[in-house]
Nanobody, 123 residues
Framework: QVPLVESGGGLVQAGGSLRLSCAAS????????MGWFRQAPGKEREFVAT????????YYADSVKGRFTISRGNAKNTVYLQMNSLKPEDTAVYYC????????????????WGQGTQVTVSS
C-alpha cells in the first residue's frame, strides 16, 4: 500500500495555477516533516518545498520561491502545494514525501513516498 497519495495535477497554460494535495493512506503523518519533489523527463528528482510537522517552518527551492506555497491541513495529515505563475520548466511529475525530523531538502533523507502526479505547463 502506497503511504501517500498525490492529486491535483493536470495541464495548465503558462502563468496559470494548480493546487496539489497529498493525503496519508494507511498511517498518520501528522508528526512528520513533509516535502514536495519533482522529476522531469531525463532529469533527476529534485527538491521543491518542505514543511515541518507543525507547519511553522518551511523551505523552498530558489526556482519556486515566491510562486509556490506549501501548507498543511488542520489535522496535519494532509499537505498542499499551491503553484502560481507556472512556467513550462515546472513541467514534471510531482511527488509527496515524508520523514521524521527536521526539514531537509535531500531526496535521500525522506522515507515515505507517493506515486506522483503529472503537472504539464504549456507555453
Amino acid at each position: 500500500q502506497v503511504p501517500l497519495v498525490e492529486s491535483g495535477g493536470g495541464l495548465v497554460q503558462a502563468g496559470g495555477s494548480l493546487r496539489l494535495s497529498c493525503a496519508a493512506s494507511g498511517r498518520t503523518f501528522s508528526s512528520y516533516t513533509m516535502g514536495w519533489f519533482r522529476q522531469a523527463p531525463g532529469k533527476e528528482r529534485e527538491f521543491v518545498a518542505t514543511i515541518s510537522w507543525s507547519g511553522g517552518s518551511t523551505y523552498y527551492a530558489d526556482s519556486v520561491k515566491g510562486r509556490f506555497t506549501i501548507s498543511r491541513g488542520n489535522a496535519k495529515n494532509t499537505v498542499y502545494l499551491q503553484m502560481n505563475s507556472l512556467k513550462p520548466e515546472d513541467t514534471a511529475v510531482y511527488y509527496c514525501a515524508a520523514r521524521r525530523g527536521a526539514i531537509v531538502a535531500s531526496v535521500g533523507d525522506y522515507d515515505y513516498w507517493g506515486q506522483g502526479t503529472q503537472v504539464t505547463v504549456s507555453s
